[in-house]
C-alpha cells in the first residue's frame, strides 16, 4: 500500500472514530436526560410576593428610622425632645411584648379530627389510635409559629401566652412549657396581622396535612379584632449594665 492510500486510510478511521464518539454521547443523553429541577409557575409566583413582600416592610423600616431620625434633629426644646423619646419607648415597648396589642387577625384551634362511624365488620383492635404514631407536640407548636412570624405576624399567643424574642417553647415530661408556663390541649393560637396573608402561608406550608398525621384538624378563622396580652414572664437583666460617663467617679 502506497504512503498516499495508507494517509487517507488513516484519516478515514479517525473521522470514523469521532462520528462514532458524537453518536455514542448522543445515545446516551437520549437514553439518561439530565433531570432538571422544575418548579410550577404558582411557586415561583408565591415566592417572588414573598420576597417583594419583605423588600417592601424592609422599606418601611427606612423611612420609619429616617423619619425618628429627622425628629430628633428638629426637635425644638428639651420638652419636645423627651415627647419624641417617650413615642419611640413606647414602639419599642409594644414591639418587645411588655404592653398588650389588638388589631386584625387569625385565630387557630388545634382539635380531635373527627373520627368517621365505627364499622362493625372492621376490626380496631390492630389500629393505632393515632394516625402515624405521634401527638402534637412542641416542635409542631414552634414551626407553626415560625411559620406566622416568617409570615408578618406582629403578635403571637398559645393558650394565652404572649411569645416574644426570648420565649422558648420546650417539652417537660409529658407537658409542653411556653416559658415557664405550661399548657394543656386543645392548643389555641392568636396572631395580629394580615389575616389572607397568614391564612395563604399556612396552606402552603402544609400545615393541616401536618397536623393530620398526628389526628389533629386546624380550625383557623379570620378575626376583625384581636386582643393579645402584654407577656408576665419576669425578665432579669444579668450582664448589662449603665456606661459610667467621663468625670462620673
Given at each position: 500500500?502506497?504512503?498516499k492510500?495508507?494517509?487517507?486510510?488513516f484519516?478515514?478511521?479517525?473521522?470514523?472514530a469521532?462520528?462514532?464518539?458524537?453518536l455514542?454521547?448522543q445515545?446516551?443523553?437520549n437514553?439518561h436526560?439530565?433531570?432538571?429541577?422544575?418548579r410550577?409557575?404558582?411557586?415561583?409566583?408565591?415566592?417572588?410576593?414573598?420576597?417583594?413582600?419583605r423588600?417592601?416592610?424592609?422599606l418601611?423600616?427606612?423611612?420609619?428610622?429616617?423619619?425618628?431620625?429627622?425628629?430628633?434633629?428638629?426637635?425644638?426644646?428639651?420638652n419636645?425632645?423627651?415627647?419624641?423619646?417617650?413615642e419611640e419607648?413606647?414602639?419599642?415597648r409594644?414591639m418587645?411584648?411588655?404592653?398588650?396589642?389588638?388589631?386584625?387577625?387569625?385565630?387557630?384551634?388545634i382539635?380531635e379530627?373527627?373520627q368517621?362511624?365505627a364499622?362493625?365488620a372492621?376490626?380496631?383492635?390492630?389500629?393505632e389510635?393515632?394516625?402515624?404514631?405521634?401527638?402534637?407536640?412542641?416542635?409542631?407548636l414552634?414551626?407553626?409559629?415560625?411559620?406566622?412570624?416568617?409570615?408578618?405576624a406582629?403578635?403571637?399567643?398559645?393558650?394565652?401566652h404572649?411569645?416574644i424574642?426570648?420565649t422558648?417553647?420546650?417539652?417537660?415530661?409529658?407537658?409542653?412549657?411556653?416559658?415557664t408556663?405550661?399548657?394543656?390541649?386543645?392548643?389555641?393560637?392568636?396572631?395580629l396581622?394580615?389575616?389572607d396573608?397568614?391564612?395563604?402561608?399556612?396552606?402552603?406550608?402544609?400545615?393541616?396535612?401536618n397536623?393530620?398525621?398526628?389526628?389533629?384538624?386546624?380550625?383557623?378563622?379570620k378575626r376583625?379584632k384581636?386582643v393579645?396580652?402584654?407577656?408576665?414572664e419576669?425578665h432579669?437583666?444579668?450582664?448589662?449594665?449603665?456606661?459610667?460617663?467621663?468625670?462620673?467617679?
Open positions: 500500500m502506497s504512503q492510500n495508507r494517509k487517507i486510510t484519516i478515514l478511521a479517525f473521522i470514523s469521532i462520528i462514532g464518539v458524537m455514542t454521547v445515545l446516551r443523553s437514553l436526560p439530565v433531570q432538571k429541577e422544575s410550577s409557575i404558582a411557586e415561583l409566583r408565591t415566592t417572588l410576593q414573598k420576597e417583594l413582600e423588600h417592601k416592610n424592609l418601611a423600616d427606612i423611612s420609619k428610622y429616617n423619619q425618628l431620625y429627622y425628629q430628633y434633629e428638629t426637635a425644638l426644646n428639651e419636645e425632645s423627651i415627647s419624641v423619646m417617650k419607648l413606647e414602639r419599642n409594644r418587645a411584648g411588655m404592653v398588650s396589642v389588638e388589631g386584625e387577625g387569625i385565630e387557630l384551634r382539635v379530627a373527627e368517621p362511624p364499622d362493625p372492621v376490626d380496631m383492635s390492630s389500629h389510635a393515632v394516625a402515624g404514631g405521634y401527638t402534637v407536640d412542641d416542635e409542631d414552634r414551626w407553626l409559629v415560625n411559620i406566622l412570624f416568617a409570615n408578618g406582629q403578635a403571637v399567643s398559645i393558650n394565652g404572649r411569645l424574642a426570648t422558648s417553647i420546650r417539652l417537660v415530661g409529658d407537658a409542653i412549657q411556653v416559658d408556663k405550661t399548657i394543656q390541649p386543645p392548643y389555641e393560637l392568636k396572631a396581622g394580615e389575616p396573608v397568614l391564612l395563604s402561608a399556612l396552606k402552603l406550608e402544609g400545615v393541616e396535612e397536623f393530620k398525621l398526628a389526628n389533629k384538624t386546624i380550625v383557623a378563622e376583625d384581636l393579645i396580652p402584654a407577656n408576665r419576669p432579669v437583666i444579668q450582664y448589662m449594665k449603665p456606661v459610667k460617663e467621663k468625670g462620673d467617679s
